[in-house]
């Protein structure tokens, strides 16, 4: 069975802290990883996947298989970024299941 | 910008009465997710479809909901009767086989 977690629910950090969401699952396949984040009463939007191994509104995230992790980065929070943010993961199976964690929100505190 | 749509963005209904829900997936996606999101129970998926043929709804209740798609462009979520507990926020997703899932505005359902 495929499981995400991500063990805060509510994460705060002052403006201009580092910023650190944890996330980690478990999949005995080769998974492809999110995270999404949805602003208040918002839709959620795809924020990063970790093929592309890109930097979004300069978030990262590095997949680790030996630690089974793939956690979100920020190295100088915004108050802006203030959101809930929701990691998720895709099997490379025939069903192409989606399991998202239960998601951390995150507070910025100016 | 391709985007998912939804309607209603919001619905107010009384107990025991039918509530159906619409989802306009993006152009060209294969696959369709349904998810209802509250506060205790954070995001559940409720039902997927392949190809417009359901994969997944096991997490859907049986007895009250059904999803379907009656064409590529159009997916629904039905809810008869209604309850006060299935006051949620029902989000529709979209997506090509494999890679990300892109979402709709949602729909605010409150059941009285």
């Known amino acids: ?110 | 910008d391709a985007r998912v749509t939804q309607t209603p963005r919001h619905k107010v209904t009384e107990m025991g009465q039918e509530v159906t829900m619409r989802c306009q997936p993006i152009l060209g996606h294969n696959t369709v997710f349904w998810y209802r999101q509250t506060m205790m129970q954070g995001l559940e998926l409720l039902a997927y479809f392949r190809n417009r043929a359901p994969l997944d709804d096991s997490g859907m209740p049986k007895d009250r909901f059904s999803a379907e798609m009656p064409d590529a462009t159009l997916a629904t979520l039905k809810i008869q009767p209604s309850e006060p507990r299935d006051s949620a926020v029902y989000f529709c997703a979209s997506g090509p086989e494999r890679g990300a899932q892109f979402f709709g505005p949602g729909t605010r359902l409150t059941v009285l």
């Open chain 1, 1 to 110: 069975a495929q499981r995400v977690t991500q063990p805060e629910k509510l994460l705060s950090v002052f403006k201009g802290a580092p910023v650190e969401l944890k996330c980690n699952y478990s999949y005995s396949g080769s998974p492809e990883l999110f995270w999404y984040v949805q602003y208040s009463r918002q839709r959620l939007q795809l924020l990063l996947r970790h093929i592309s191994r890109e930097s979004i509104k300069g978030f990262t995230a590095d997949l680790n298989k030996g630690e089974t992790s793939f956690h979100l980065k920020k190295p100088f929070a915004q108050e802006e970024d203030s959101a809930m943010y929701y990691c998720a993961l895709r099997n490379s199976g025939g069903y192409q299941k989606v399991t998202f964690g239960t998601g951390t929100k995150l507070q910025v505190i100016p």
